[in-house]
């Protein structure tokens, strides 16, 4: 690794987020979350964690600086990062409307998932990997009071977020309203629901999923603005 400039560190901070720990470094490299940088201390004990971490950086073409212990402290603001960190980028977040535009361009039937209030962001990354597996186009959050494309969640998604992607809502409800005009059925998911969510009909017409928060569920005008409401048994 290449000694790094001191001056690039509180730039990078200001930007970007760092993975501390070698086994999050090599498990977030394992699930491709993109890397800008990998910081490695010098003189570490290089394990497997690190020679796999150095390996697969390397092999992605994502930089390596060899920094003092001292700057690595202050780069993940003393978290315990065992002598390296990733850096990755800010998430470019698409367009509402580009998710619609992925599926119709595929010649696709659109199924879109559009989150209230999730605010976990391992919650948010689980939801993206299985909606990957389920052959979803995208992932709608709102802009506010909801979890972002955190490393955490890049992890949690074990790697389907480079392969699906995330829009963001200025208005949740308005985005909603504006798939519903564009022919899509607005389901949402409630314990309130009107139905099981076994007798739902019109499940492969175009879709979009809505699924509420951890502690409350649906917020109330979005609830009204869905089609119907159904349920899941438990």
């Given at each position: 690794?290449?000694?790094?400039?001191?001056?690039?560190?509180?730039?990078n901070?200001?930007?970007?987020?760092?993975?501390?720990?070698?086994?999050?470094?090599?498990?977030?490299?394992?699930?491709?979350?993109?890397?800008?940088?990998?910081?490695?201390?010098?003189?570490?004990?290089?394990?497997?964690?690190?020679?796999?971490?150095?390996?697969?950086?390397?092999?992605?073409?994502?930089?390596m600086?060899?920094?003092?212990?001292?700057?690595?402290?202050?780069?993940?603001?003393?978290?315990?990062?065992?002598?390296?960190?990733?850096?990755?980028?800010?998430?470019?977040?698409?367009?509402?409307d580009?998710?619609?535009?992925?599926?119709?361009?595929?010649?696709?039937?659109?199924?879109?998932?559009?989150?209230?209030?999730?605010?976990?962001?391992?919650?948010?990354?689980?939801?993206?990997?299985?909606?990957?597996?389920?052959?979803?186009?995208?992932?709608?959050?709102?802009?506010?009071?909801?979890?972002g494309?955190?490393?955490?969640?890049?992890?949690?998604?074990?790697?389907?977020?480079?392969?699906?992607?995330?829009?963001?809502?200025?208005?949740?409800?308005?985005?909603?309203?504006?798939?519903?005009?564009?022919?899509?059925?607005?389901?949402?998911l409630?314990?309130?629901?009107?139905?099981d969510?076994?007798?739902?009909?019109?499940?492969?017409?175009?879709?979009?999923?809505?699924?509420?928060?951890?502690?409350?569920?649906?917020?109330?005008?979005?609830e009204?603005?869905?089609?119907?409401?159904?349920?899941?048994?438990?």
């Amino acid at each position: 690794p290449r000694s790094a400039p001191k001056v690039a560190y509180k730039a990078n901070r200001q930007i970007s987020e760092l993975i501390a720990g070698r086994n999050s470094v090599v498990e977030a490299l394992r699930a491709d979350v993109p890397g800008t940088t990998l910081y490695v201390a010098q003189g570490i004990d290089a394990d497997d964690r690190v020679r796999e971490s150095v390996a697969l950086a390397n092999h992605r073409g994502i930089p390596m600086l060899e920094v003092t212990r001292q700057e690595v402290d202050r780069l993940t603001d003393g978290a315990i990062h065992q002598g390296i960190a990733l850096q990755i980028p800010p998430y470019k977040y698409a367009h509402p409307d580009d998710l619609l535009t992925r599926a119709l361009d595929a010649g696709q039937t659109p199924l879109l998932v559009a989150l209230d209030g999730v605010t976990d962001p391992r919650n948010l990354g689980a939801v993206i990997r299985s909606a990957a597996a389920f052959g979803a186009h995208g992932v709608v959050v709102p802009e506010r009071r909801s979890a972002g494309m955190t490393a955490g969640a890049w992890k949690t998604s074990a790697g389907a977020a480079a392969r699906l992607p995330v829009a963001q809502a200025t208005n949740l409800t308005r985005a909603l309203e504006a798939y519903r005009k564009q022919g899509l059925l607005v389901v949402g998911l409630s314990a309130r629901g009107t139905m099981d969510l076994s007798d739902l009909e019109g499940a492969a017409d175009p879709l979009v999923l809505v699924v509420g928060s951890e502690d409350k569920g649906l917020a109330r005008l979005v609830e009204q603005t869905c089609d119907l409401t159904v349920r899941i048994p438990i």
